[in-house]
């Protein structure tokens, strides 16, 4: 087992096909061009046939061939104040600090929405309904919206 190649259910060497890194997002996303084959350069011409015109000697890219266009995909970076791996508390928390961003600096203050990406991506979508919920009905668990008689 000290062995660090991996096989497969049926014995036959696995490979694990790691894909480049998508472009930044300011660069444009096109598929690399391929060089042609040095072999495949020019093709054989007969003594007395007419020169293959210039398009039939391009290589024509297949679609398979092709990688589809990257996604950027978007996720929280590293927070201190929550170095552990149940990110519950975390979730809670961007919550609050978005609505209470939102509450001090307006709703126009985009830095806000730092936190509205943070807790949509972490907490699960029925926590957040909920929360709006008691929030809309002065039942929120926090000092600045919970009113009497909850």
């Not at 590293?78 to 709703?107: H, I, S």
Request: with cysteine.
């Amino acid at each position: 087992m000290g062995d660090s190649a991996r096989t497969s259910s049926d014995g036959k060497p696995c490979s694990l096909k790691v894909s480049a890194p998508c472009p930044p997002s300011s660069a444009p996303l096109r598929p690399a061009a391929a060089a042609p084959p040095a072999a495949a350069a020019a093709p054989p011409r007969s003594d007395n046939g007419p020169a293959p015109d210039k398009a039939a000697q391009a290589p024509q890219a297949s679609k398979s061939s092709q990688s589809p266009p990257c996604k950027e995909i978007w996720s929280p970076g590293f927070d201190a104040r929550f170095p552990n791996m149940n990110m519950t508390r975390r979730c809670w928390q961007n919550y609050v600090d978005y609505y209470r961003c939102q509450e001090k600096l307006g709703e126009d203050y985009e830095p806000c929405e730092y936190f509205k990406k943070t807790f949509t991506y972490l907490c699960p979508e029925f926590w957040i309904e909920q929360w709006d919920d008691q929030r809309e009905a002065g039942c929120f668990p926090m000092p600045a919206y919970k009113k009497c008689g909850c």
